[in-house]
């Protein structure tokens, strides 16, 4: 370790934040890193573990601990300590091909099962992580590294999100020719329409569009595969498909009053909101007018409180976010200890400006939407509600059930239902012959990333269901090896290998 004493003699420092009252002003960035010899210091806290916990992807207790790409967190902490930033990029890109991604929205897993956390603060690799890549892109470190022989295999891999992404990178490298086909207008998937440019400016997602289009991976967007070219044309023309196309399908909340209008899915709002921001820096207004209007969000998860920042910065009269759960705990019960992933109480960004904007949380847990009531002219004005209580089923397993006397009205003039997915659409899946299973999911029961279809490979959300960008990025690299292994009939697939041919 860089300094053996370290985590008893620092504290942790995070990088500082705008205030919310500046903030909600725009749409950028707001996360601000620590000058260099601050995350230097951060970087000695790191203990070196023995049983480097950070990096162990642990399943405990159905929960995962430590990093799912295995980073090497203690060894690149140490090189953050001595200030050999370019060896510590070098080691953080052995493993993780995307860390300017995993570095901003990565809820760091490594974090929550790091040692220093048992008893005080865990070490702020996820700081240390987006420092090392941000500082090796100012220093010209990281630069197009297309491979030096081509095979002569091609692959197209449907979907342009961070598992596509990842396959498309590794398989690229070991010398295939790789086209993205993408239904949207630009490159990026999720990380380019699905989570908001405050949390992820787009230009990051761009820069790495650009690398990959410079290291030999063609592009080709507002091409829906499925509908405007079919699987078996694409696989006249491919050796190879690896389809990560997410599970994009939401969850409604088939309620009366659902055909009101006014109520929108958190995706396609986010989306929009997103598109306008980037084709006209939001003047063509061809999102849905949140201004003045009392906003309610339907789901408690990450894509409810991203509504909630976007409907706090476009100028919400008021804004409501509904979750089912009750409230967690602010500290961990006996149930789950270190080093399991934290089921503590948890204030993001959006709940944080919301609480500034109007006054307190906006979260109101144990509920849940029954009706949505609409005014003369067809637009939804009110929303139903019923508060929830834990109960157990048949099975002994808690359920979240009515509380009979406790219905009440809420006002609203926009709903934006953010309950999470149920899969992926089947209509591509089906293009290639390939089947989802009653959770929306491809799933081989093998466990790999084959399809009935020797050529078709999944990944991603597709595969595994819902899940986190760093779980799709891992999804993307092990469906390379498998689909490099189906055509060379070997595979010297390995992240950490800077030349692969």
Not at 103 to 114: I, K
Not at 261 to 280: R, W
Not at 345 to 371: H, I, L, N, S
Not at 390 to 401: D, F, I, L, S, Y
Request: charge should be positive; charged fraction near 25%; include cysteine.
């Amino acid at each position: 370790m860089g300094k053996p004493t370290g985590f008893l003699e620092y504290g942790r420092e995070n990088g500082s934040v705008r205030p919310p009252k500046e903030r909600v002003k725009d749409f950028k960035e707001f996360h601000r890193l620590l000058p260099k010899k601050e995350q230097e210091i951060q970087g000695a806290r790191c203990m070196a573990c023995g049983v480097p916990f950070c990096q162990s992807a642990m399943e405990l207790n159905g929960m995962v601990s430590g990093c799912p790409l295995k980073n090497l967190v203690p060894e690149f902490n140490d090189l953050v300590c001595t200030g050999n930033w370019e060896q510590a990029y070098r080691r953080l890109t052995k493993t993780s091909c995307f860390p300017e991604f995993t570095g901003r929205v990565c809820p760091a897993l490594c974090e929550a099962a790091c040692t220093c956390g048992l008893h005080g603060d865990p070490v702020s690799t996820k700081e240390n992580e987006l420092q090392i890549i941000e500082r090796a892109f100012a220093s010209g470190w990281v630069k197009p590294e297309p491979p030096r022989v081509r095979t002569g295999k091609t692959v197209a891999v449907v979907g342009s999100g961070p598992s596509g992404l990842a396959a498309a990178f590794l398989l690229n490298r070991r010398g295939h020719q790789v086209t993205v086909f993408e239904k949207s207008d630009r490159p990026g998937g999720l990380l380019m329409y699905g989570i908001p440019n405050m949390k992820l400016d787009k230009s990051v997602v761009e820069r790495r569009i650009r690398l990959l289009e410079a290291e030999g991976i063609r592009f080709i967007t507002g091409t829906d595969v499925g509908r405007d070219v079919t699987g078996e044309n694409l696989l006249k023309e491919y050796d190879r498909v690896v389809l990560a196309c997410g599970a994009g399908k939401a969850r409604d909340i088939p309620v009366p009053g659902r055909e009101a209008g006014g109520i929108y899915f958190a995706v396609d709002f986010l989306t929009a909101v997103t598109k306008s921001l980037l084709d006209s820096d939001l003047k063509d207004k061809k999102y849905p007018k949140v201004a003045g209007k009392r906003v309610v969000v339907i789901g408690g998860g990450d894509t409810g409180n991203d509504c909630v920042a976007t409907a706090v910065r476009l100028g919400a009269r008021s804004v409501v976010q509904l979750e089912m759960m009750p409230e967690p705990p602010e500290t961990r019960r006996e149930d789950n200890p270190w080093p399991e992933w934290p089921r503590v109480k948890k204030t993001d960004y959006g709940q944080e400006e919301a609480a500034w904007a109007y006054g307190a949380d906006p979260r109101r847990y144990c509920t849940t939407a029954t009706e949505f009531l609409a005014g003369k002219n067809g637009n939804v004005n009110r929303v139903r509600t019923v508060e929830l209580e834990p109960e157990k089923n048949a099975g002994g397993r808690p359920k979240m059930v009515p509380r009979a006397g406790s219905e009440k009205e809420l006002p609203a003039d926009l709903v934006l239902i953010a309950a999470g997915f149920t899969g992926a659409e089947s209509y591509c899946a089906e293009s290639f012959g390939v089947s989802l299973d009653s959770r929306g999911r491809t799933a081989p029961a093998d466990g790999s990333h084959r399809t009935a279809n020797p050529a078709v490979f999944t990944a991603g959300d597709m595969r595994r269901g819902q899940s986190l960008v760093v779980w799709a990025m891992r999804e993307g690299l092990e469906a390379a090896r498998e689909v490099d292994e189906s055509l060379m009939g070997y595979t010297n697939l390995e992240l950490g290998r800077r030349n692969l041919c």
